[in-house]
């Protein structure tokens, strides 16, 4: 059974910095691009970021360009998000998710529950 | 970056009833990478079509995509009472990989 567990979330500061990370078990973890997508309180679901298999490439919506870094360690079969400078409209519910076509542009086919994120002072 | 366009807004039907839910795109979503998700309140989206017309694993075939270039549709034939949800489209062919911002089926 594909099971994605996120963690790391919680209350921050403005300006300061956060990492999430998203345990993946049930699948070969290796063989799959992973993304995030947030969804504010009562909003809609955004994409934040895709890396591919092997963590060669990724991508950012550009909104978190230069301040998240997405990640992965294979060997753990975990993916990372690591936030930097965070404002309050980063403030959301963060999913981890398995893209389940072949390389970072697909479709995310099973998700995690969620990390939530609050950047207040 | 491509803008995906859902309507209605909200959609009301009763149970039985046929749902056709529309996603435009800004610009041609290349090889129809499209995908549908359904969300209930306080759980996690689901994949229900990929590729534009794809049912994804364990996915009822009362649940249908279809469209091509800028427009999209996602078709339940026969509401069921758990069908009751928000839909959101993503194109998945360009980065970013963008959402539109939902269609609401609400019961009526």
């Known amino acids: 059974e594909v099971q994605l567990l996120e963690s790391g979330g919680g209350l921050i500061q403005p300006g300061g910095s956060l990492r999430l990370s998203c345990a993946a078990s049930?699948?070969?973890?290796?063989?799959?691009?992973m993304t995030w997508v947030r969804q504010a309180p009562g909003k809609g679901l955004e994409w934040v970021s895709v890396?591919?298999?092997?963590?060669?490439?990724?991508f950012y919506t550009a909104s978190v360009k230069g301040r998240f870094t997405i990640s992965r360690d294979n060997s753990r079969n975990t993916l990372f998000l690591q936030m930097s400078s965070l404002r309050a409209e980063d403030s959301a519910i963060y999913y981890c998710?398995?893209?389940?076509?072949?390389?970072?542009?697909?479709?995310?086919?099973?998700w995690g529950q969620g990390a939530l994120v609050t950047v207040s002072s | 970056e491509v803008v995906l366009t859902q309507s209605p807004g909200t959609l009301s039907l009763s149970p039985g009833e046929r749902a056709t839910l529309s996603c435009r795109a800004s610009?041609?979503?290349?090889?129809?990478?499209l995908a549908w998700y359904q969300q209930k309140p306080g759980q996690a989206p689901r994949l229900l079509i990929f590729?534009?017309?794809s049912r994804a694993t364990g996915i009822p075939d009362r649940f249908s995509g279809s469209g091509s270039g800028t427009d999209f549709t996602l078709t339940i034939s026969r509401l069921e009472p758990e069908d009751f949800a928000v839909y959101y489209c993503?194109?998945?062919?360009?980065?970013?990989?963008?959402f539109g911002g939902g269609t609401k089926v609400e019961i009526k």
């Open positions: 998710a398995r893209n389940g076509g072949v390389g970072p542009f697909s479709a995310a086919d099973f």
């Open positions: 049930g699948f070969i973890f290796n063989k799959y691009a």
């Open positions: 890396i591919s298999d092997s963590g060669g490439s990724t």
């Open positions: 610009q041609s979503v290349s090889n129809a990478y």
């Open positions: 590729d534009a017309s």
């Open positions: 993503q194109q998945c062919g360009h980065s970013p990989l963008t």
